[in-house]
């Protein structure tokens, strides 16, 4: 780990992260939240996270769109494909967006040591609902409009004012 991703990791309290985000961008991050200081993190003018989720931008950048609010206890994980968050989206409480997969071909090596993978950048277009406990996996591409169920699994394309079924 590089010397100043464990200073932005470990050191920066979380006030002074909600601080830099908000002069920065005009973002509303909770003190609570886990908020990587990153170049590859980009937030909109009113975007709002709650608190204790995480949003790690260290190898891939995440782009979260003006005025969406992300809820409490949310993983966002970009990856070297990235993670694009459209305008106005409604995030609820424990949803995961991952950009990256790990490689399992080989049952002789572990996970870790296969490498990562990638189907490309996971979108989520502008005006779409998440409901809690949802997941959009690695190259997900959500398009405007669309409302995701609670506890509902995205991996690959959702269509326009869609509604994604979650599970029974």
């Not at 572990?110 to 809690?132: E, M």
Request: with cysteine; glycine share 14%; charged share 20%.
């Amino acid at each position: 780990m590089k010397i100043g991703t464990a200073i932005r990791r470990f050191l920066a309290p979380g006030w002074l992260v909600a601080l830099h985000y908000r002069r920065r961008f005009g973002a509303v991050a909770s003190p609570r939240a886990e908020v990587e200081i990153s170049p590859l993190l980009e937030l909109g003018l009113g975007t709002r996270i709650g608190p204790f989720t995480k949003v790690k931008a260290t190898s891939g950048l995440v782009r979260v769109g003006a005025g969406t609010e992300i809820g409490a206890h949310c993983m966002i994980a970009g990856a070297e494909t990235g993670i694009e968050i459209g305008r106005n989206c409604r995030i609820g409480p424990h949803v995961a967006i991952v950009g990256v997969n790990y490689r399992y071909e080989r049952i002789d090596m572990t996970f870790r040591a296969q490498g990562t993978t990638s189907k490309g950048t996971t979108r989520i277009g502008d005006n779409v609902v998440i409901g809690a406990g949802a997941a959009i996996l690695d190259g997900a591409d959500i398009a405007a409009g669309a409302v995701i169920r609670p506890r509902a699994v995205v991996s690959g394309k959702v269509a326009a004012r869609a509604r994604k079924p979650g599970p029974a």
